[in-house]
């Protein structure tokens, strides 16, 4: 069976992952806007044939005439058009990567759940089995009057609950895996040949030397969600100066032409309409009132930022500190459950004895597990709040190629200002 691990997931959800496929149809959406903007207005050509009903013999009673309308935009119009478009543009193009982000999280969560409870199912077995085996010994005790009726009853309540634990848990790997295959966009079928890989026991050194002044650093000016939000900040701006431009209205150039009577007539006006009782006000402030709605956006989103990278920190810094507590703990249960077997196979304590001992530390490896899990879970999330893998080994997300076409990697998309 082959094994994948989390790059590989990854990669393979980058490849498969219907999100990534609509965030690049939008950039596409959004690059013919671009073109749509830089489209300059066609001339209009007017043909208006006349007759003279009353045109004196031998004079040619028609006179058609030709007319045109040239359209001239003024205050540069068409320039800001396309800078419009092309912030709106550069927003979907780092809206690709922030979905390429969350396909990685999303990869990430589901399979740190499913490797988590199929843990959890293994330690809750091997529970299952110390139970009934000291459950059938404490029978035997029961039957000669070793130990009271209640003494065995309560070890049989326990070990019915661990089965249902472990049932629970059967179900939620079952769950889990469902998850993690909708993670990555392919069908659950695909996992059957393929042993999913995560080392629950790993830690990003990065991250223990990280504090909240570096990540607001980091996300500030790399979470691309951010760099997207100021992208249609800047939209925003361009369309206010496009609506200003509107005031000053465009000129229409008429030449024309007229075959009159067996004479060629030429004439040529200039057309443009009087600002008079409408100065594009309405447009106007609909575009100041749209550049105010992006501006508390980005403040929100940046508080957002904020919070979360404080929040996430801190969640770590007890996790790791947990975590390391629990590693003790189970450490010194482990070194417990060594000693009692050796006494056992030395003949000095009882099997009773020595399957208690295996028990308790099964407990410890699920507290264990728990603590290990819940440090991975801060790890992703003080990963999401940087937008940015903790280990350098780990594959960044793609920008805005296809990897399902032969295409070249394009830029590193530039970061825009308000």
Not at 91 to 106: D, E, K, M, Q
Not at 353 to 377: I, M, T
Not at 385 to 411: C, E, H, K, Y
Request: net charge negative; charged share 25%; proline share 5%.
């Amino acid at each position: 069976m082959e094994e994948w691990n989390f790059d590989t997931l990854t990669l393979a959800a980058f490849y498969y992952h219907p999100s990534l496929d609509v965030a690049r149809a939008q950039l596409h959406v959004a690059q013919a806007n671009v073109k749509t903007a830089g489209g300059r207005p066609n001339p209009t050509l007017t043909v208006t044939p006349g007759y003279d009903v009353s045109a004196l013999s031998g004079v040619n009673p028609w006179f058609p005439a030709v007319n045109f309308d040239i359209p001239i935009e003024t205050a540069g119009k068409r320039a800001k058009r396309i800078s419009v478009a092309e912030h709106l543009s550069e927003s979907a193009r780092l809206n690709i990567a922030t979905a390429a982000w969350l396909v990685r999280s999303g990869v990430r969560s589901s399979l740190l759940n499913y490797v988590a409870v199929r843990r959890r199912a293994a330690l809750l077995k091997e529970q299952v089995a110390a139970q009934e085996q000291i459950v059938k010994l404490l029978d035997q005790k029961a039957q000669v009057g070793e130990i009271a009726g209640s003494e065995l009853t309560i070890s049989r309540v326990a070990l019915s609950k661990t089965r249902l634990d472990l049932t629970e848990a059967q179900r939620q790997s079952v769950e889990a895996r469902v998850n993690l295959a909708e993670a990555i966009g392919v069908s659950v079928k695909a996992l059957d040949e393929v042993e999913v890989l995560f080392d629950l026991k790993t830690e990003p050194e990065a991250a223990k030397h990280l504090t909240s002044d570096d990540i607001q650093q980091q996300a500030l000016l790399g979470r691309t969600d951010i760099l997207g939000a100021l992208a249609e900040y800047a939209a925003a701006e361009a369309t206010l100066r496009l609506e200003i431009a509107k005031q000053y209205p465009d000129v229409h150039l008429n030449p024309g032409y007229q075959f009159d009577q067996g004479e060629h007539k030429w004439s040529l006006g200039i057309s443009v309409d009087l600002p008079v009782f409408n100065r594009n006000q309405g447009p106007i402030a609909e575009a100041v009132a749209r550049r105010e709605e992006a501006a508390a956006r980005f403040n929100e989103l940046q508080a957002k930022v904020l919070a979360e990278i404080d929040r996430t920190v801190e969640v770590f810094r007890v996790s790791e500190s947990n975590s390391a507590t629990l590693q003790s703990l189970s450490g010194d249960q482990e070194k417990q459950r060594a000693s009692v077997e050796a006494q056992f196979k030395a003949g000095a304590v009882e099997r009773l004895d020595f399957l208690n001992a295996q028990l308790e530390s099964a407990v410890s490896q699920l507290v264990l597990l728990d603590g290990q899990v819940k440090l991975q879970q801060a790890v992703g999330a003080l990963e999401d709040a940087v937008q940015r893998p903790l280990d350098a080994a780990t594959v960044p997300p793609p920008a805005t190629f296809n990897p399902r076409q032969n295409s070249s990697l394009p830029d590193e998309p530039k970061e825009t200002k308000p």
